[in-house]
């Protein structure tokens, strides 16, 4: 009987033991969720975001809709969520703009955008019925700029309809086009074109451009757009293979440079590109600012990624808007928007100093809403190779490395993040390290790093996931001296 008892005792003592751990594991990710939640990024307060929709500047502020589960944190079905802005970095949520109601849209409101028709939001969205066979090109109006009026399908493909989605509009030569992801018979990706007088009545021009057996099996988010009189067409294939350094993600997003006029067939001058370089960035979305900047946001995810932070109650997040352009040779460059350098609050600044060989330089202990702008001068230096590390201490396997390597002349991006499921993988992009200087522009938000190479020539973005005691930064040369300069600034964006 007492041993009975004993056995019962330590039964309760175990489970209450096992409670007790997952407890404390629960209330480590609690805190998390406090500090992966980014400051200056948008992300759902609660449930779970992908693509960024309906982009636009509209009587004063921008919009941005975005692919929204509030149900929970996995995808889920589809609704339009939607915040708006300023200065496209403090936002305001406001209640949903679009949910699954209409017989055509009863299984999810896809990607698609907006537009404005005389002084009127105008949504073009994709709705899905039919297990998601069914997938057909709809529009909603609003009177406010909150809420919408359903106005039903406006374009369906004569076919197959099950991979026909993502209508992207804008207005040119007197008419609406619009441009949607597609697949053909074959199974491989394609962009279709459409245009209409009205925005309700639809005619099919063709297609657009379409891939071949490299290029995937389903082209999503087309975006087609002028930039010096250059036409871009960015996609986000699915079913890429990985090709040495690149397409090392699941999923891809790049761009085409060609020329193209309404009634003319698009001819591409520029292959399939990527457009960033890091673990996470798909779905990109862009819109005109009302300067004229062509400002670029995309999903800071990919798709079946980890998603750490989906224990605490949200999941995704958008990159930080950036302005797109192109080189005179055909390759776009990336910036942060211009907004951003009004959120910088200086802290540290190095000038024009050397670290030796074997030496570190950290630069602070807690890099969590910051900016990192470093100049490294090649002209005095002797290093091999440059490392930057994102840790609790460089020598603890757990973090981020960036690794700067003039043998490969690439920049590495290491993150590995373990007691998470992030298993240790690194992404790479091509730099020229035969120029005098190397300029990284580094964000980290809460779970975010996005670095800017040479004002833009490059893009690596990535999510991260460091405790609060693993954001210590600092730099190190290899195999001999660096020269570098360094500003920090703390990014404070005030939530509306
Ligand atoms: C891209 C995508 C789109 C689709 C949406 C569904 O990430 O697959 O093609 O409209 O997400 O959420």
Same mark, same amino acid.
């Not at 005389?118 to 009177?143: C, E, P």
């Given at each position: 009987?007492?041993?009975?008892?004993?056995?019962?005792?330590?039964?309760?003592?175990?489970?209450?033991?096992?409670?007790?751990?997952?407890?404390?594991?629960?209330?480590?990710?609690?805190?998390?969720?406090?500090?992966?939640?980014?400051?200056?990024?948008?992300?759902?307060?609660?449930?779970?975001?992908?693509?960024?929709?309906?982009?636009?500047?509209?009587?004063?502020?921008?919009?941005?809709?975005?692919?929204?589960?509030?149900?929970?944190?996995?995808?889920?079905?589809?609704?339009?969520?939607?915040?708006?802005?300023?200065?496209?970095?403090?936002?305001?949520?406001?209640?949903?703009?679009?949910?699954?109601?209409?017989?055509?849209?009863?299984?999810?409101?896809?990607?698609?955008?907006?537009?404005?028709?005389?002084?009127?939001?105008?949504?073009?969205?994709?709705?899905?019925?039919?297990?998601?066979?069914?997938?057909?090109?709809?529009? =909603?109006?609003? #009177?406010?700029?909150?809420?919408?009026?359903? +106005?039903?399908?406006?374009?369906?493909? @004569?076919?197959? $309809? !099950?991979?026909?989605?993502?209508?992207?509009?804008?207005?040119?030569?007197?008419?609406?086009?619009?441009?949607?992801?597609?697949?053909?018979?074959?199974?491989?990706?394609?962009?279709?074109?459409?245009?209409?007088?009205?925005?309700?009545?639809?005619?099919?021009?063709?297609?657009?451009?379409?891939?071949?057996?490299?290029?995937?099996?389903?082209?999503?988010?087309?975006?087609?757009?002028?930039?010096?009189?250059?036409?871009?067409?960015?996609?986000?294939?699915?079913?890429?293979?990985?090709?040495?350094?690149?397409?090392?993600?699941?999923?891809?997003?790049?761009?085409?440079?060609?020329?193209?006029?309404?009634?003319?067939?698009?001819?591409?001058?520029?292959?399939?590109?990527?457009?960033?370089?890091?673990?996470?960035?798909? =779905?990109?979305? #862009?819109?005109?600012?009302?300067?004229?900047? +062509?400002?670029?946001?995309?999903?800071? @995810?990919?798709? $079946? !990624?980890?998603?750490?932070?989906?224990?605490?109650?949200?999941?995704?997040?958008?990159?930080?808007?950036?302005?797109?352009?192109?080189?005179?040779?055909?390759?776009?460059?990336?910036?942060?928007?211009?907004?951003?350098?009004?959120?910088?609050?200086?802290?540290?600044?190095?000038?024009?100093?050397?670290?030796?060989?074997?030496?570190?330089?950290?630069?602070?202990?807690?890099?969590?809403?910051?900016?990192?702008?470093?100049?490294?001068?090649?002209?005095?230096?002797?290093?091999?190779?440059?490392?930057?590390?994102?840790?609790?201490?460089?020598?603890?396997?757990?973090?981020?490395?960036?690794?700067?390597?003039?043998?490969?002349?690439?920049?590495?991006?290491?993150?590995?993040?373990?007691?998470?499921?992030?298993?240790?993988?690194?992404?790479?992009?091509?730099?020229?390290?035969?120029?005098?200087?190397?300029?990284?522009?580094?964000?980290?938000?809460?779970? !975010?790093?996005?670095?800017?190479?040479?004002?833009?020539?490059?893009?690596?973005?990535?999510?991260?996931?460091?405790?609060?005691?693993?954001?210590?930064?600092?730099?190190?040369?290899?195999?001999?001296?660096?020269?570098?300069?360094?500003?920090?600034?703390?990014?404070?964006?005030?939530?509306?």
């Amino acid at each position: 009987m007492e041993c009975l008892l004993q056995k019962t005792e330590m039964k309760l003592l175990s489970t209450w033991l096992v409670l007790l751990i997952v407890n404390q594991a629960i209330s480590i990710l609690k805190t998390e969720e406090v500090t992966w939640h980014p400051t200056y990024h948008l992300a759902p307060p609660k449930g779970w975001i992908n693509d960024p929709n309906g982009l636009i500047y509209h009587n004063g502020c921008y919009h941005a809709f975005f692919q929204y589960n509030p149900e929970n944190n996995k995808e889920g079905t589809k609704y339009w969520g939607h915040a708006r802005s300023y200065d496209m970095l403090n936002w305001e949520y406001l209640p949903i703009a679009l949910s699954p109601s209409l017989e055509d849209d009863i299984n999810g409101i896809f990607s698609g955008s907006a537009v404005n028709i005389h002084g009127k939001l105008v949504l073009i969205y994709t709705g899905v019925s039919d297990n998601f066979n069914k997938q057909r090109q709809m529009v =909603a109006i609003s #009177s406010d700029d909150v809420n919408f009026e359903k +106005r039903g399908v406006v374009i369906i493909k @004569d076919k197959d $309809e !099950s991979n026909f989605r993502d209508p992207k509009a804008w207005f040119q030569n007197g008419s609406w086009w619009v441009v949607m992801g597609s697949q053909t018979t074959d199974k491989l990706g394609e962009v279709l074109l459409y245009s209409s007088n009205d925005f309700f009545n639809w005619t099919y021009q063709g297609v657009l451009a379409g891939g071949n057996e490299s290029l995937g099996y389903m082209w999503e988010c087309p975006d087609f757009f002028t930039i010096n009189g250059k036409q871009i067409l960015v996609v986000s294939p699915q079913g890429i293979k990985q090709d040495g350094f690149n397409y090392q993600n699941l999923y891809q997003t790049g761009y085409f440079v060609g020329d193209w006029e309404p009634g003319k067939n698009y001819t591409i001058k520029k292959g399939f590109t990527e457009i960033d370089h890091g673990h996470d960035f798909y =779905a990109s979305q #862009s819109f005109l600012a009302p300067d004229g900047r +062509r400002i670029q946001i995309s999903w800071l @995810d990919m798709w $079946e !990624s980890v998603f750490a932070e989906n224990v605490t109650g949200w999941s995704g997040m958008f990159t930080i808007p950036r302005e797109i352009s192109l080189t005179d040779s055909g390759d776009l460059l990336s910036k942060p928007i211009r907004e951003i350098l009004e959120k910088r609050n200086q802290n540290t600044d190095i000038f024009d100093t050397i670290i030796s060989s074997n030496q570190m330089l950290t630069l602070n202990n807690s890099v969590f809403s910051s900016e990192i702008l470093i100049e490294f001068n090649f002209l005095n230096s002797s290093c091999q190779a440059i490392q930057l590390f994102l840790k609790e201490e460089p020598t603890i396997d757990e973090g981020v490395v960036l690794y700067v390597d003039f043998e490969l002349n690439r920049l590495f991006m290491e993150r590995y993040y373990p007691k998470y499921g992030l298993d240790k993988s690194n992404r790479s992009v091509a730099i020229d390290l035969s120029l005098s200087k190397l300029s990284l522009d580094i964000f980290v938000d809460s779970s !975010s790093i996005e670095v800017f190479v040479n004002d833009g020539v490059a893009v690596m973005s990535s999510r991260i996931y460091p405790n609060n005691n693993q954001r210590k930064f600092s730099v190190a040369p290899v195999n001999g001296y660096v020269n570098i300069s360094l500003i920090s600034y703390d990014i404070v964006v005030k939530n509306q």
